[in-house]
Nanobody, 118 residues
Framework: QVQLVESGGGLVQPGGSLRLSCAAS????????MGWYRQAPGNQRELVAT???????NYTESVKGRFTIFRDNAKNTVDLQMDSLKTEDTAVYYC????????????WGQGTQVTVSS
């Protein structure tokens, strides 16, 4: 059974920081592209950042220089360090695991709320 369990969301003031964590189980972690997505009310789910086994990462333009994605292949975890948070970063953040060789195998966590507000 595949499980992606997110943690670390919460309420933070603009300019603050949060770190999200996702723990994966039930998959061969090294064969998956790991990513964070987010969905704000009334918006479609959008890509935030992805990272492959070797560590190469990709970010959506709006978070470049503020967010950093990490993965620990020994612990099967992927973290998202979010700094200089803005109100527009408010959303539910989802962890995703996408098999490198087959789009059939794509899994999602339950989501964690991030609210940036003064």
């Amino acid at each position: 059974q595949v499980q992606l369990v997110e943690s670390g969301g919460g309420l933070v003031q603009p300019g603050g920081s949060l770190r999200l964590s996702c723990a994966a189980s039930g998959i061969r972690f090294g064969l998956y592209l790991m990513g964070w997505y987010r969905q704000a009310p009334g918006n479609q789910r959008e890509l935030v950042a992805t990272i492959i086994t070797g560590g190469a990462s990709n970010y959506t333009e709006s978070v470049k220089g503020r967010f950093t994605i990490f993965r620990d292949n020994a612990k099967n975890t992927v973290d998202l360090q979010m700094d200089s948070l803005k109100t527009e970063d408010t959303a539910v953040y989802y962890c995703n695991a996408q098999h490198l060789l087959s789009t059939q195998y794509s899994y999602w966590g339950q989501g964690t709320q991030v609210t940036v507000s003064s």
